[in-house]
């Protein structure tokens, strides 16, 4: 929320664009009816994050085309600063 | 005053959080959580803004009894003190998740309401994604590293699942073992269930003398098919 706030003072003052990371594209999905306007059509909703939302180019290229490994790693990446950090559970059953 | 806990699986990912699973994150006092992926962070977050990660629990050795045993000890503190208490993990909390069961057999020992609700595991979506029914043929879990060392019979007509294989010691021994039983030809399939909606899994068909030498994950599993139809 904070973030947010931030970036639209910052685009609204500097005129720097509002970003959003793939962690909030993803986060984003899950509220309203956001997920089934992205299963309805999936291209013209990630069209609509970049436009409305700043979701960068790239990251929309690899929410369509990338391989579930290359999107964990753009996670990665993000969560090195403030974001959480994803992490791997291993439960060995002995 | 006794308290209470209430385990709750969060799925493969956030967008598979139950209804039941939601209203009892959101109304607890105490939320304590273990999930794989950011996204399922937030919508814990988002559902109990009060939440905490048990995380921080693993410490510096990682996973292992230790760790789990402070995880279910951070899980019983609250509930001994009396409040109302739910613990979320990755996946099904019945299905690997070690501190889950433990936690509710001693919170039903201190005298509290304990108990787990169901949730989605990798398994489940390896059902979905690959498109195989268990029941046609029958179906065979094993833990990877458990498979090797203990080499148990297999029922080659029914399919076998094979979890944690990313992580096993030896790929070669697995593939050994697995050679008991099936040619080095026999087509299986390395399958990662996506946590993101509309991202797909990864399913790598190979032949299982190529096993040895495919890209794993911590999360990969293997799926091997039934070697004939069932009866």
């Known amino acids: ?94 | 005053m006794s308290g209470s806990l209430v385990v709750v699986g969060t799925g493969i990912g956030a967008a598979q959080l139950t209804t039941e699973a939601r209203v009892e994150i959101a109304g607890a006092e105490d939320v304590l959580f273990l999930v794989g992926d950011p996204i399922s962070e937030q919508a814990v977050l988002t559902l109990a803004p009060h939440a905490r990660s048990l995380a921080p629990c693993y410490g510096s050795d990682g996973p292992g009894p230790e760790a789990y045993e402070r995880m279910v000890a951070a899980i019983l503190e609250p509930v001994a003190a009396g409040r109302r208490v739910c613990a979320a993990f990755y996946g099904h909390p019945g299905v690997f998740v070690d501190p889950a069961g433990k936690a509710i057999a001693r919170a039903r020992a201190l005298g509290s309401d304990a108990r787990m609700l169901p949730a989605v595991s990798a398994l489940d979506c390896l059902f979905a994604d690959l498109g195989v029914d268990p029941a046609a043929s029958g179906c065979q879990l094993y833990e990877a590293g458990d498979f090797v060392r203990r080499l148990p019979a297999l029922e080659t007509a029914a399919a076998l699942v094979l979890w944690q294989v990313g992580v096993v010691e030896s790929r070669a021994e697995l593939v050994t073992a697995l050679r008991r039983w099936y040619g080095p030809a026999h087509e299986l399939v390395v399958y990662e269930a996506s946590p993101y909606p509309g991202v797909g899994p990864v399913v790598d068909r190979m032949a299982l003398d190529a096993l040895d030498a495919a890209e794993l994950t911590q999360r990969s599993t293997v799926y091997v098919p039934p070697l004939a139809a069932a009866r």
Request: zero cysteines.
């Open chain 1, 1 to 94: 929320m904070v973030r947010r706030l931030l970036e639209w003072l910052r685009a609204l003052f500097w005129g720097q664009e509002a970003t959003m990371t793939l962690r909030e594209f993803f986060v984003k999905l899950l509220e309203g009816d956001n997920l089934a306007e992205y299963y309805a059509d999936r291209d013209a909703y990630i069209d609509r994050q970049q436009k409305e939302y700043g979701l960068n180019p790239g990251d929309g290229d690899l929410i369509r085309n990338g391989s579930l490994a290359d999107i964990e790693r753009t996670l990665l990446a993000e969560a090195n600063s403030p974001g959480p950090k994803p992490y791997l559970i291993v439960w060995p059953p002995m």
